[in-house]
């Protein structure tokens, strides 16, 4: 008996189907497992060799397992445990078998002194601010840490625009963790805005005017007496440029800031300022002594004016 090809039955299309696909179960749609592409269309056709629905592959979403009954039907298909996003990788190795993209990040270890400490996070994709010089951090909590990446010449050792993508930056919003007052946000440096605070204090500058500019025997007389002021030292060692600024507050103790450059790397040009520290002077002896004989090493070391350094907000005398 001959069957034309607009009434072949039920059966031989059964057959037939389930010699080029996965099986003829008319409960059971592949369209779920497949997905679609980008554009919401149907994916390509596997490549030459590859097998498409066969046991045991997976379909990027998740893997499944079919198995052939006694009557040889096949079963239900079991689905096992999802592709984990890359932020579950911890290592960085991991990381790069996944195909996902490894950042340097870090964590805040002490929020009262805004001590950094390298961590790192496992990203899906990257993104970038398109400025390398533009000064900021983003910031995403996973898991029970909140991690900072920080971008920019002065905000970062290693600058560079480059962010994970889908991350917030600090400074933009009202909701910024703690941990963004420790990092530049949004084109602002803490330092930059401690420096600019102290200067609006407006404290005398007694050295600004003797001969030489701020001559040591100058410095050292402010330091021993009692009286607010500020004071400018410049140090330039081979290629390493450090500035000091001391700001004499009248009653034994000093907020003293920091910032260190290197001429080779042209960081001079806009430099980067350590967070502010409220320290004790030595005893006013010790300066007294500077000024009549500066020849002691320990007169001109900047940090050996002070004793019991912790860092503090900025605030005027």
């Not at 009202?174 to 803490?190: H, I, K, L, M, S």
């Not at 007389?221 to 001391?246: C, F, I, P, Y």
Request: with cysteine; hydrophobic share 35%.
């Amino acid at each position: 008996m001959r069957f034309g090809f607009g009434a072949r039955p039920a059966g031989a299309a059964c057959f037939l189907s389930w010699l080029v696909t996965t099986g003829c179960n008319p409960g059971r749609s592949d369209a779920s497992s497949r997905g679609t592409d980008s554009d919401g269309a149907a994916p390509s056709q596997a490549s030459e060799g590859a097998t498409t629905g066969a046991p045991g592959t997976s379909t990027g979403d998740a893997t499944t397992i079919a198995t052939t009954t006694a009557t040889g039907d096949l079963a239900p298909e079991v689905a096992l445990t999802p592709v984990e996003p890359c932020e579950s990788h911890a290592a960085e190795a991991d990381c790069d078998a996944a195909g996902c993209i490894w950042f340097a990040t870090e964590r805040v270890a002490d929020r009262a002194t805004c001590a950094l400490e390298p961590a790192g996070v496992c990203a899906t994709a990257s993104a970038s601010t398109g400025d390398g010089d533009y000064d900021s951090a983003f910031y995403k909590k996973i898991g029970e840490v909140v991690h900072v990446r920080r971008v920019g010449r002065k905000a970062s050792d290693f600058p560079g625009p480059e962010h994970p993508a889908g991350w917030t930056e600090c400074g933009l919003g009202t909701d910024d963790p703690p941990e963004c007052a420790c990092v530049c946000a949004a084109g602002r440096c803490p330092g930059d805005v401690a420096l600019a605070l102290l200067d609006a204090c407006a404290s005398p500058r007694p050295c600004v005017d003797s001969p030489g500019g701020e001559s040591d025997a100058c410095l050292y007389q402010a330091l021993a007496a009692a009286a607010a002021a500020s004071l400018r030292v410049s140090t330039l060692t081979g290629d390493r440029n450090v500035d000091d600024r001391v700001f004499l507050r009248g009653d034994g103790t000093a907020t003293w800031m920091r910032s260190t450059c290197d001429t080779r790397d042209h960081s001079c040009r806009d430099r980067k300022w350590e967070l502010p520290r409220l320290c004790n002077l030595r005893d006013r002896a010790a300066f007294t002594a500077c000024a009549q004989d500066s020849s002691d090493p320990q007169c001109r070391d900047v940090a050996g004016w002070f004793v019991d350094c912790k860092l503090a907000p900025a605030t005027c005398p």
